[in-house]
């Protein structure tokens, strides 16, 4: 297992028809994982520049700078790809909620054969 970087090339990522790419956002400290949004070569490239995580807003169709309006920032620590390069992982350093809803994490529901039940309230 070797440790030492080779280039990164975006463009080696395997994104979909319209050139996003899933993104889990996970706590670096815990591992509880926040969230899941889409990137894409530009947003990845900007997230690894800045630190700042940096998503593609597919309905304002637009780059997203977590935290930017709301103040619940995701400082990137690490991001991994998955085996089939068409998955990121984002280890981040989480300010305040990462759920638009106002929670820790945006996977507050658990689902059972019993049905669903809410697990956490907005922070």
């Not at 990137?39 to 997203?64: D, I, P």
Request: proline share 4%.
């Amino acid at each position: 297992m070797s440790h030492d970087p080779v280039p990164f090339d975006p463009d080696s990522l395997r994104y979909d028809a319209a050139g996003l790419i899933p993104a889990i956002a996970q706590d670096a400290d815990n591992g509880e994982v926040l969230m899941m949004a889409w990137m894409n070569r530009e947003s990845v490239m900007q997230t690894l520049a800045t630190g700042k995580v940096t998503y593609w807003s597919r309905s304002r169709q637009a780059f997203w700078v977590k935290g930017e309006t709301s103040g619940h920032h995701q400082t990137l620590v690490d991001m991994r790809v998955d085996c089939d390069r068409d998955c990121l992982l984002m280890q981040v350093r989480q300010v305040g909620a990462a759920c638009h809803t106002g929670r820790r994490s945006c996977f507050y529901t658990g689902v059972s054969e019993a049905g669903e039940v809410e697990l956490s309230q907005p922070l």
